[in-house]
């Protein structure tokens, strides 16, 4: 278990990392998810030890590690740009730090096949990494960290250089490598797609601070705060400023959704209504729903469905629609939200109201 | 803008290519366009910066021809082809102010100053960099870099054509929303003729009237995204396009069925197909419904990823993928059934047609 107790970090008398605490459990994944320079691999450098904390503690299975060299602990790291060494073969790239740690020969040609099948590097093994693709080096630098068999795992984007159908092959085939070494996995990305497809926990981060932490599909559907829904969403998330006035929201005094069941505990006055673009539709969702009338920006189509930008009383929004709808600039258009699923954040900031 | 022929196109790294394989880019023979907006989908090694860069003039071909317009620019310089180009990578100056970057391609060609402050100020506003003007570029994050260079490629209005290279591959996702939202409407405004290379499939689809999907050196479909979703020409672009991609399983064809396994399909053509051929059905996880009734299958998995559910099974011992609503459930015993219309049939990859 990695505990973080008030863990901050500053550099020439910038903060960097806010005071976070965090735990980690033995066997997790977890997700750093937030836009660039929000902190991510700060707080891994942290984590690894790699960085001194301006103030506050790590504990490492109940043994505080704070100050420890990084050479002094189990950490593996794998970062976005692949990191081999260019004359070893891949055989000798992932046994690397087996033979550091003085492993025997026999162990070390076990785990390093073993290893290798895992990430389909076998047929590989006497090639130099410079003559492999992109993804076959990263899987390179993948299985030299789960031969080194450490602790402490992190993944620095390590599949923002590939294609994405690499990355979703090395993304469905991660999560098993994790259960299966009992170690605790960090994986850093800007993508919510990518922490979603994942799984585990995730920490969202904004400005060097971790905004919310539990399971990834919970914070997906329950976010803390609006700052965390806008981390999570990608298409963008949906907004409006309106006025909750006992059944129904106005936007200048006239109706523009009504009160949902779950958020029947909401008090009046002004707040932010936000929605996943899946949320917002042609189709009726339910019986009685009314519709808003929309003007749009431009549709996008992607294969199976359409991303339509739509504007709605100064608000932008992504609809995104199943099919395949080309819908011309400013055309004027009847949607409706689902608001079984509206999520609702007061002045502050904070969610209220209940959740879907 | 411009019309674009490539005629028999062809280009090898090495000095007198021998067989078919020393080509990076086989046989490309086609017409583009005046005004549309093409995209080059692919995974790394596929050929696709190979033919941007014949269409720059970076790279002469091998053999063949380009044509702009009529005319024949194979042997011309990059900057005798009259065309704007936007790299992955920001390439701006840094001592220059932004509007001083903007200006430099109008200024280049002693574009009058009213006009130059016209588009500059349009761009500017464009690319979300309105309050940035006069602020030197040496200070600005790697994205508004990248912006300064996405609005330089599109201040022109008259050249043949604007070449994007993976252009927001280092924009966060957020942005990348509004970035191609604008690039798109900006090019419904103006009609330029545009290319895109990209590996990232939503940046294809989305921007593209027509994405050229490339595997191996050649093309293998040219398509609205619609054809390239519901009637993949060849298994790759099924299994390359969409998340996750095509269901491609094994089959025999009969007349008009399909077995798979111990399991028999209607289909609603008779496919021709030449004897001995490798025969596939492909039916995209969109396609497969669950439920009560059908064939049966074992369910190995269940993502969540928000706005629905990746359900992993074996189908007749076959991995097969199915995309489940949102709200969707999964029966005790669950059976899976393929909507009829979007069945695929490939004879060695490639997709048969037939009688209805």
Redesign the interface.
Known sequence: MLEMKKISKVVGGETHILPTDLVLERGSLNVLLG???SGKTSLMRLMAGLDKPASGSLIFDGTDVTGLPVQKRSVAMVYQQFINYPSMTVYDNIASPMRIKGSDAATIDREVRKAAELLKLTPYLDRTPLSL???QQQRTALARAIVKNADLVLLDEPLANL????R?ELREELPKLFAASGAIFVYAT????EA??L?GNTATLSQGRITQFGKT?DV??RPVDLVTA?TF????LNTIELIKSGSIFTFDGKHVLSVPAHLSALPDGPCTVAF?P?HLSFDRPFDGATPLTVKT??S?????ES?I?VGFSGARW?M?APG?HDIE?DATLEVFVDIRHLMVFGPDGRAIGGTA | MARIDLEHIRHAYGAKPKSENDYALKEVHHKWNDGGAYALLGPSGCGKTTLLNIISGLINPSEGRILFDGKDVTHLSTQDRNIAQVFQFPVIYDTMTVYDNLAFPLRNRHVPETEVDRRVKEIIEMIGLGGWAGKKAQGLTADQKQKISLGRGLVRSDVSAILFDEPLTVIDPEMKWVLRSQIKRLHKQFGFTMVYVTHDQTEALTFADKVVVMYDGQIVQIGTPAELFERPRHTFVGYFIGSPGMNVLPARIDGSTATIGSETIALNFRPEIKAGAKTELGIRPEFVSIGREGMPVAITKVEDIGRHKIVRARFADQPISIILDEDGAIPAEPRIAFDQKAINIYADSWRVGGEA
């Open positions: 836009p660039t320079l693709s992109g993804g294609d994405y159908k690499l979703e800007t993508e919510p797609s979603l497809l799984g599909i997906f559907r806008r969403a990608d298409p963008p996943q899946h920006a431009i996008e189509i992607a294969g199976s991303f930008h992504v995104l395949i600039p």
